[in-house]
């Protein structure tokens, strides 16, 4: 556990909140390579972001995408493509497409994200190329985030990744809207473990509240101004479409 003074602290803040939040919904999608129940670093530190959310009343999914069946490629339904099981469909229509706010998480191998999140950036591309209500990109309206986990180095690396990937998808990136563990050079020691771990760090543990409030504002603004606005970057507006190219951004 995190020092207990540091968590009062959290709690109250969320306590004493002058605004609601209750109508909101998350995603983590964790791409640890341990599945469950196997313990996950990278669950340790979203533990953190997901428990001030909750605390605010929001109804709040973390999906360990290794439990799942989730092929690579960048179409919505890779069973269409030549594989005989595909969960990301159910993953997207029952976490991602109601959430207002989609966080990747990722542990930090040799220097870069897992394999498993570079496969679910790839999987919620493929869903890019859809429409919103408004006619819209379909993540247009969405607010996302990065938490990273590590115990040597790439956490501004993979942060810098992974939230360009939200962004050029159509998700609006808070301000200062990723933090990370990296632990010792060496490498040290990983973010659940003891003393000498994450959980003590207060530098961590202030970027990832910090992160997890802005991440709420951008949400409750974007969700109260009824999302970006339509005007200037509709597709239907553009004869681009090629609903059989490989590519997402040309259908």
């Not at 605004?19 to 909101?24: E, K, R």
């Not at 408004?134 to 956490?155: L, S």
């Not at 990136?173 to 659940?192: H, K, M, N, R, V």
């Amino acid at each position: 556990m995190i020092p207990e003074s540091i968590q009062a602290f959290i709690d109250k803040q969320a306590d004493e909140s002058p605004v609601d939040y209750s109508d909101l919904c998350a995603v983590f999608l964790n791409g640890t390579l341990k599945r469950s129940p196997q313990e996950s670093h990278t669950a340790g530190l979203i533990d953190i972001s997901a428990g001030i959310m909750r605390r605010l009343g929001l109804d709040v999914d973390v999906v360990r995408m290794v439990d799942h069946v989730v092929p690579p490629g960048v179409q919505p339904d890779m069973r269409e493509h030549g594989w005989d099981r595909d969960d990301f469909p159910d993953i997207y229509d029952s976490t991602i497409k109601p959430a207002d706010i989609v966080v990747l998480a990722t542990p930090i191998w040799l220097g870069d994200q897992s394999s498993v999140t570079r496969l679910t950036i790839e999987r919620l591309y493929g869903y890019s190329g859809k429409l919103n209500d408004t006619g819209q990109w379909a993540y247009y309206g969405k607010v996302g985030g990065a938490i990273i986990t590590g115990n040597e180095d790439g956490g501004k690396h993979c942060g810098a990744q992974m939230l360009y990937a939200l962004q050029h998808i159509g998700l609006t990136i808070p301000p200062q809207a990723d933090t990370y563990w990296d632990g010792e050079a060496g490498p040290g020691p990983s973010y659940l473990d003891g003393e000498d771990g994450g959980r003590s760090n207060a530098w961590t543990t202030r970027n990832t509240v910090f992160a997890t409030w802005n991440m709420l504002h951008s949400a409750r603004a974007l969700k109260d101004a009824g999302g970006v606005p339509a005007y200037g970057n509709l597709s239907t507006d553009w004869d681009l479409s090629n609903p059989e190219h490989p590519n997402p951004e040309y259908r």
